[in-house]
């Protein structure tokens, strides 16, 4: 019998998402109503013209690899899209196509990180980025924000974080698990802290498409300079309701997505040729659907700050401003997370994921995707349960 596992995967945590959403499914699975308040994708279905499009794509003999970091035609697109959606400017070959928003993440932290370097991230923060951090080999620093800022990091607690050791800075506007939106002021001075400091900005975009009051700016847009220092992360998979098709972008200096492009030469050679072609679609064809969900997740937000507001035990500090989640103050109710979360789900039959995946154990997350009365019963049990406990 050889050696057990190495160092380097003993230390990686379960996600905490993955985890509760295949329980609820599990108890889902054995008849019971259980209501998911935990997911993290959105409940709509991919739209029709790109699956369409997809189906052209296997008929049609898009079935072998493409390019490792994807179709130049997709490149292409991704580089338009980000010029009209984000107003960021790139050239193709500044542009890689990964398997999901997660393996841009996972290629730039591996290409830029390695032992002894410290990775600034707001917490809470979403449930991979230390796991991704450590697997580098470099040590996660969580930079705390407050309720009482809507979650917002500010430049101030960015510079107070920084060290000799301090090499890059994740961000994630808007934010899972919060909701939260830096505004451009923000983002602008957080920028030129990592220019004076020369740290490395790993800006995580993949919800910016889905922010409700007012568009979430990009940090290298509203700070151009930052551009040799700075990768973007996106990806179709909120914005087109396209999770399981498994493609994300990275875009950044020529010679960082390159770097991340040899990586890839050897995990995964190239996304999936014929959801390539989806996405190429996706952006390429019609944005209606994008602004629909976009506004529907509005309108549920809306609803939901609205009946969060009327449980007793439970706070939500400030209405989220984009992406589909909201991280609700949990204190009040005496218990923590984890033990709040299976009970819930055990004896409410509402599932929601632990704060304490995010590095907050006194709160929970709960998401707005999915059908807006099932969320309003969910909302109801967990006021019903919290008013239960002694
Ligand atoms: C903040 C954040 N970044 C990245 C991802 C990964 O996206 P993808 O499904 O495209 O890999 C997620 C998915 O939940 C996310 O919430």
Same mark, same amino acid.
Request: overall charge negative.
């Given at each position: 019998m050889p050696s057990g596992l190495t160092r380097r995967i003993e230390a990686v945590q379960p996600s905490a998402t993955l985890k509760i959403t295949a329980l609820a499914k599990q108890m889902r699975a054995q008849g019971k109503k259980v209501i998911n308040l935990a997911g993290g994708e959105p409940d709509f279905d991919t739209p029709a013209f790109i699956k369409q499009a997809a189906i052209a794509a296997i008929e049609g003999g898009a079935t072998k690899y493409t390019p490792t970091t994807g179709l130049p035609e997709l490149k292409q697109a991704v580089a338009d899209a980000f010029r009209k959606f984000s107003g960021l400017s790139f050239s193709p070959a500044q542009v890689a196509v990964t398997s999901g928003a997660k393996q841009a993440l996972y290629n730039a932290i591996q290409a830029l990180i390695q032992e002894g370097d410290e990775v600034l991230m707001p917490s809470p923060y979403w449930v991979s980025y230390p796991e991704m951090v450590r697997l580098a080999g470099g040590t996660p620093v969580e930079v705390r924000t407050r309720p009482a800022d809507g979650f917002r990091l500010t430049a101030e607690q960015v510079a107070s974080a920084c060290t000799s050791k301090t090499r890059c800075l994740l961000l994630n506007s808007p934010a899972n698990p919060t909701g939260a939106v830096l505004n451009e002021a923000t983002l602008k001075a957080i920028g030129r802290i990592a220019l004076e400091k020369g740290l490395w900005v790993i800006s +995580?975009?993949?919800?910016?498409?889905?922010?409700? +009051?007012g568009p979430a700016r990009s940090i290298l847009a509203v700070l151009p300079e930052l551009a040799p220092q700075t990768l973007i992360v996106d990806g179709v998979s909120k914005a087109y309701a396209m999770t399981g098709w498994r493609i994300g972008f990275l875009a950044g200096p020529e010679k960082v997505v390159a770097a991340c492009g040899r990586l890839q030469d050897h995990a995964t050679s190239c996304p999936s040729h014929i959801s390539q072609r989806a996405a190429l679609a996706a952006l390429t064809g019609e944005q209606g659907p994008v602004e629909a969900m976009a506004r529907e997740f509005k309108k549920r937000r809306d609803l939901l700050v609205e009946r969060v507001g009327r449980i007793r035990k439970v706070k939500l500090a400030a209405a989220p401003a984009g992406a589909f989640y909201a991280f609700l103050d949990?204190?009040?109710?005496?218990?923590?997370a984890d033990a709040l979360a299976e009970r819930l789900l055990k004896e409410a039959e509402v599932a929601a994921v632990p704060g304490s995946g995010f590095g907050w154990t006194d709160h929970l997350r709960v998401s707005f995707c999915l059908d807006t009365k099932e969320m309003l019963v969910g909302l109801d049990r967990l006021a019903e349960f919290t008013e239960k406990l002694k």
């Open positions: +995580d975009e993949i919800y910016a498409r889905l922010s409700f +009051d949990i204190s009040g109710t005496g218990l923590d």
